[in-house]
């Protein structure tokens, strides 16, 4: 099933750099129209799975320009729907919303308990010297960079990600690579990639030398999507084919 619905808008987007970071979104950025639909992979009573396009917001922004989100479209036909988790606004792939307040609550602890399992796929720039391994730089916001997270060591939160190298073509220098974080902070998978010197390519936040003009999105899709249902216990698994 898909959800059709089209907002206007004009993009304003930044030159990427050639620092670990890009100089942060000013806060009256609007982003672009997003044309692709959402499409609901699944439907009960309690709650529903969508695959998000890329480029479209998870929940509106604060300028009135920035509407639409999955969140806009999705409550005209689930008025009751709320968001479990969000997905960068430049990450396509599965996410899970609840459509009713017991279900919200059951879900949302199944994620801090982290019994939700989670895969990602990404193109990272460059030749990964590992073909698997574990990242866990601690994690912060940028007081002084919004909307830039940080690595630091002092008061930055834990965060751990998996990784496992599928492919690298050398046409491209680029590393096709499945994620599985076991931690959830914002921008997790993007900066940790960064801090291992190979950012996800079409990343506008978090790029190095051209890495981001080398792609016409962010190349982050979230594939795998696992949890108990929250009536009936049973193990739920969604997946979505990477589009890259």
Do not use: W
């Amino acid at each position: 099933m898909t959800l059709a619905f089209v907002a206007a808008g004009k993009s304003t987007k930044s030159a990427a750099g050639n620092s670990l970071t890009m100089q942060p979104q000013p806060d009256t950025f609007i982003v672009p129209p997003c044309l692709e639909d959402i499409r609901v992979e699944y439907e009960d009573p309690d709650f529903i799975v969508i695959n998000k396009p890329s480029k479209l917001l998870s929940l509106s922004g604060k300028h009135p320009l920035n509407k639409d989100s999955v969140h806009y479209r999705i409550v005209q036909q689930y008025p009751t729907a709320t968001l479990i988790h969000r997905l960068d606004f430049g990450t396509s792939g599965l996410m899970l919303l609840a459509l009713n307040k017991e279900t919200n609550k059951q879900l949302c602890e199944q994620f801090a308990q982290r019994s939700v399992k989670k895969y990602y796929e990404a193109i990272l720039d460059g030749q990964l010297a590992d073909t698997q391994g574990e990242i866990t730089f601690p994690l912060i916001k940028d007081v002084d960079g919004f909307p830039l997270q940080k690595v630091c060591y002092d008061t930055g939160k834990p965060a751990t990600s998996h990784y496992q190298v599928l492919s690298y073509n050398a046409n491209t220098n680029t590393s096709h690579v499945q994620f599985e974080p076991i931690t959830g902070r914002t921008h997790q998978l993007r900066l940790h990639s960064l801090a291992i010197g190979h950012p996800i390519i079409g990343c506008d936040l978090y790029d190095l030398a051209d890495s981001y003009s080398k792609a016409e999105r962010l190349m982050l899709h979230a594939t795998s999507l696992s949890f108990f249902h929250p009536k009936s216990n049973e193990n739920m698994h969604f997946y979505s084919p990477s589009p890259f």
